[in-house]
Structures are given as C-alpha cells and as structure tokens.
C-alpha cells in the first residue's frame, strides 16, 4: 500500500468505534434476517443468488475439508461476520478471519504478491488500490468465473460499479457505498432573519447550495467567530484536502489528463478552483488544518459550524445520541458549478472496499461464490444494517430497508442513493497513491500560503507527467479511456479533455 492509505491522527476504525458507543443507545436491534417483503422482492429480481451461490460452493466442497480466509480491514468484521457466518451454515464452509489496519491492507496484499505465501482466499481492498492490486498479480481475474455463475440481473441495482473493473476486466465486487455528501444546519439555513439578509446580500434564496460559488458565498456569510459561528468544518488536512479541490476542479468543466494523458490539472480552472478553495479556508472552524477524521466528525457534531463534507459514516456518527446536531441537519450532493451557462452536476466516489479473490487460492471457485453470495441483495442488507461496521448502501434494495432507514435517516439516503448513481470515478489508475500524493502535497502548501495556486499545481502537474510516463504511458492511456468513458453522461458530455 503506498502513502495514499495512511490516514491522519485517528484511524476510521477508532471513529466507528465511537459511533457504535453512540449506536449503542438506540432502542433497536435489527433483525438477523430481511423482512419477508424484501427478501421476496430480492430474491425474485435475481432467482435467489445467495441460495444459488451457497448451493454451488456446498456442491464444491462435498467430502473436503475447505476453509475460506478473509483478509479484512480493521473495523469491518462487524459487516462482513454476520453474513459469513450464515455462509457457514448453509454450505459448512467455515471462515477465518485475519484483520489488518485498514491503512495496510493494500500493503499487505502487495506483500503477498512479492512472498506467495497463500495466507489468504478473499480480501477487501481499497477501490482507488485495485489496479496496483491487479498489476501486482494477487487478484484474480473474474470474468470467467462470473460468466458462469453472476446470473442476469445481478448488477442492475448496483449504484457504483466502475470501481470493480480494471481495463473492462472484473476483478472484484464492491460492497461499500462511499460517495461524497454535504452536511448542513437545517436551522441556520431555515432561519427567516438569516434568509432575509443573506437574500438582501446575494440576491437569491438562502438554501442547501448547488455550486461552490453558492457554498463558499454561504460559509463567509455565517463565519461570525466572535459569536462561536463557523463557516464550515471541511477537511484541510493533507490526506483529505485534494479530495475536495478534485471535485470543484471537474465542477470548472475539466478533465485531470487531456489528449495524451497530458495533465490539465494547472490550467486556468484548476488555478482558479485552488485559489477559491485557499480563499474558503478563512471561513473554516480553528480545527480545520489539524483535526483528523474523527475529530473533525466530533467537531462539527458539536454544533457551530454551517456545513462539513462526509460519507455515511459520518451520518452514522451524527445520527447519534452522540451528536448534538442529530435531527438538526439538511443534506445536499457535492456543490457543482456553472459551465457555458448550464449548471454541471459533480458527485464523486472517493473510497468503498471490494471484495477480491487471491490469485494464490487453491479455492478460487468456492471463494468466488462467496463473494457473490455476500454481495447479493439479501446479505448484503444484513452486512449494510451493522452499527458497528463502516460499509454504506449501494444497491437500491438498501434504501427500502426499516433499519437502514433508521440508522441513515430518509432525509439521508434520498441523497445518498442519487449521489451514488451519479458518482463520478476515483482516479483508478496505477500509481493512485503518487498521482493524489502530488496533489495533497501541493494543494496544502497552496493551502497555507508556501506556494502560490499555479506553482502548486504546475509542480504537481510535472510530477504527474513523470508518473505517467513511469507506468506506461500507452497502458494509463488504455485504463483512463475506461475510466472517462464510466463518468456519468450528464458529465461525460461537458467536460474537456
């Protein structure tokens, strides 16, 4: 695993650890299994697939001695062992787990690949890591195994699937939904005082912004630090920073590369969508530039601050009994922008784990099933419902289900299901953690005053030629005509590049 997946000060297993503390206080319990509705409308959509698969692998395994080993990242058990543990029972298939910290399984994997050790059959990967992961050799490819066994249907309420590809090949699954969300103060923003004069200000109404010219407008009306009123809790530490730049760069209208794979990431937008962000910074809460994961959740669960940028986790800590906000917010996609007059629309998936088959397996088959067994739409709502665990929905079956439904909130989940059926892509590209390495490292200098916006992005566009050219200009050219061609229409049709 390279630099990309070292998180800041406080990892994402010790936040869920506080949200299940929080979870803790709900008065429910969800049940084991689907309610007999939404099992029967799943299982009719895709003819049982879970029943199949289990059926299959138990055909597999007869009169063998067969364990499965999951390689999981930290955090996770609480998604994926209710749901192996229902494996277990309907094939006697038995699983064991090794967990790792999450900012090294990729790592690990990597490892495998180098010692061929065989020390395990399934893993769950970061999604922007797969092609690394791919090239490496650890994954097994899964176009033949899933030609013989997906059924029709079996991705058709998928929301995100681009992820599980590398140059058009399967390589995986992927059983987290994790699209960026806005978060704001329903009261700041419902507020008739407030309403007036900021309409008195602006011009237009005071409600959930759908461009970052509207946000950043947003967070310097409310910034009032003297009266404990912050603009925003947005990330600007240097692990999340370039994540937010990426999205207000393609709201210009832009692709990263151009013709050749030559970057674009320093023209006259990019400049522009890094100059606006440094400026947006002096709207942020004293936190902003130090805070880790957690503590940026905490904080703006804490109340004081307009708006913050998040994941389902995220709502999962602030639905809580932990957070003073529960119940006080308004939700919105990533703000877009306004390009030759028409407003463009930029979602963006950032994260998600997939579940993968090693290359090294003797198991390969009865692995793969499992994989489609997990992922299937009855267990994976079992693995989405879990307090404890950190996968979020992606199938449309997800958002119809009474408990997710509580523990996400409808408000939620509305956006949430359309953020994540017109997510752009992560940069899935050989080298991921190098090309977002330059860009952390020179949107933060940027950021607090080192180097100016076009420096910054002109040093972080050099080391992208040399990346590129590292890994094979010709061979990133083939998976980035993949990648561009998966953006979703609506952009596909108005970006550059």
Known sequence: MGREKRLPDRSRRKFLKQTALAAAGCAFAPPLLLTASAVHAAQLELQGVDIQAAA???KLAANKDVTLTIMEPSGSLGNIKPVAERWSAATGIKIKYVEVPLEEIDQKMMLEAISKAGSFDLALPASFGLPDLVTSGIVHNLDELSGKYQPPGYTSDMLYTVGNYYKGRLYGYGTDGDTYVMFYLKDWLDNPDEKKRFADKHGYELQVPKTWEQLD???AFFHRPDRGMYGGALFRTRFFIAWEWWVRFHAKGYYPFGPGMKPQINNDAGVQALAELVAASKYLYPGARSNGLFENFQAFGQGGKFCNIGWGGTQKYLNSDKSSVKGELAFGPMPGGVVEGQFLSTPYFNWGWN????????????AYLFTLYAVSPVESTIAIRDQNGYFDPFRKVHYKDPWIIRTYGEPFLAVHEASMANSMPDLYLRGHGEY???L????QAADVGQKTPKQALNDAAKRWDKITDRMNRGSQQVQWDFLKSHYPPALRNRLKG
């Open 217 to 219: 407008q947003m967070m």
């Open 440 to 443: 952390r490292e020179n949107v």
């Open 56 to 58: 299959q692998a138990k």
């Open 355 to 366: 579940y993968v088959v090693s290359s090294l397996s003797p198991n390969k088959e009865i």
């Open 436 to 438: 977002f390495d330059a």
